[in-house]
């Protein structure tokens, strides 16, 4: 099995940063893609970046050019910066990566329980 932890969530002014950490764990053989999501309540869960084992992005239109993904393979974790934070950004954000583990067959998706950024002055 695969654990999320993640970190990093809090409360920052319109216009800040922060900055998300998710360390994965446990008996894993190789992590695939890493994602992060967003849900905002009363909204549906939402991709904001992911990425690939080899180092490719993708994030969504919303966060482009605010946002940053990037992962350490060596300690299993990836990252999200978040730049110039609005308030449609405040919700909570889980991490999900596709990973193949000992004594699991095959690649599964697996998810951390979510860390909470608010956005207000």
């Known amino acids: 099995q695969v654990q999320l932890v993640e970190s990093g969530g809090g409360l920052v002014q319109p216009g800040g940063s922060l900055r998300l950490s998710c360390a994965a764990s446990g008996s894993i053989v190789k992590i695939y893609v890493m994602r992060w999501h967003r849900q905002a309540p009363g909204k549906q869960r939402e991709l904001v970046a992911a990425?690939?084992?080899?180092?490719?992005?993708n994030y969504a239109d919303s966060v482009k050019g605010r946002f940053t993904i990037s992962r350490d393979n060596a300690n299993n974790t990836v990252y999200l910066q978040m730049n110039s934070l609005k308030p449609e950004d405040p919700a909570v954000y889980y991490c999900?990566?596709?990973?193949?583990?000992?004594?699991?067959?095959?690649?599964?998706?697996?998810w951390g329980q979510g860390t909470h950024v608010t956005v207000s002055s």
């Open positions: 990425i690939t084992s080899g180092g490719s992005t």
């Open positions: 999900n990566v596709d990973a193949s583990a000992i004594a699991t067959f095959g690649i599964r998706a697996y």
